[in-house]
Each structure stands twice: as C-alpha cells, then as structure tokens.
C-alpha cells in the first residue's frame, strides 16, 4: 500500500491558523478511515480528528471548536484546518489511512507543527 503524504506544517504564533493536508495516491474512491493523529515531545501519539468515507467525524476534546477535519475521497485526501493554535498543539502531526476493503492503517511521516507563545 501507499504512503500517505503530508504537507503544510510550519512555525505560526499563538492565535493562528495552519491547514495540513494528507494525499494518497492510488485509485480515487479507495480510502476508508482518514485522520489526523499528533505526538508532541516526550509525549505518546494521540488522536486529533478522524473522519470516515461516510463523513462521520470524531475530534479530540483538546481541538473541538477550533480545528476541523474534511476529506476529498475522489482524490484520497484528507485535510485538518487548524484555528486558534496554542502552543500546547505543537507537536508533530501524522496522516493515518485506512484503505477500502483493508484491517491495517498507514501512516505518513509527518509533518511539524510549532506555535509559539
């Protein structure tokens, strides 16, 4: 299977705004679970937004109301609009796909996110 790619991390001051994006290559329409998952210093890996083919969504408590997770499934992409970043939300951040038809996820090699106070 394919490797997600991520892009659009960077260094932005706390208030911000960020947009990550997750692509897939492959065959368009073949993408099952897409997500968004963030290990920060020191610290274990945690979820930060999921979202399934059908949509259903589930977000961290930590992000609720501030960033916001949408996907492409015609082009396997997955995208998380981040607002309000804290320096608590630094860390680096890492796609998680699950193909159609498949039990194991991917993973991308992340991409830095860095909000400074």
């Known amino acids: 299977q394919v490797q997600p790619v991520e892009s659009g991390g960077g260094l932005v001051q706390a208030g911000g705004s960020l947009r990550l994006s997750c692509v897939v290559s492959?065959?368009?329409?073949?993408?099952?679970?897409m997500g968004w998952y963030r290990q920060a210093p020191g610290k274990q890996r945690e979820l930060v937004a999921i979202?399934?083919?059908?949509?259903?969504?589930n977000y961290a408590d930590s992000v609720k109301g501030r960033f916001t997770i949408s996907r492409d499934n015609g082009k396997n992409s997955v995208y998380l609009q981040m607002e309000g970043l804290k320096p608590e939300d630094t860390a680096v951040y890492y796609c998680?796909?699950?193909?159609?038809?498949?039990?194991?996820?991917?993973w991308g090699q992340g991409t830095r996110v860095t909000v400074s106070s």
């Open positions: 998680n796909y699950q193909p159609m038809g498949a039990v194991m996820t991917y």
């Open positions: 492959g065959r368009p329409f073949s993408t099952n679970v």
């Open positions: 979202m399934t083919r059908a949509g259903s969504t």
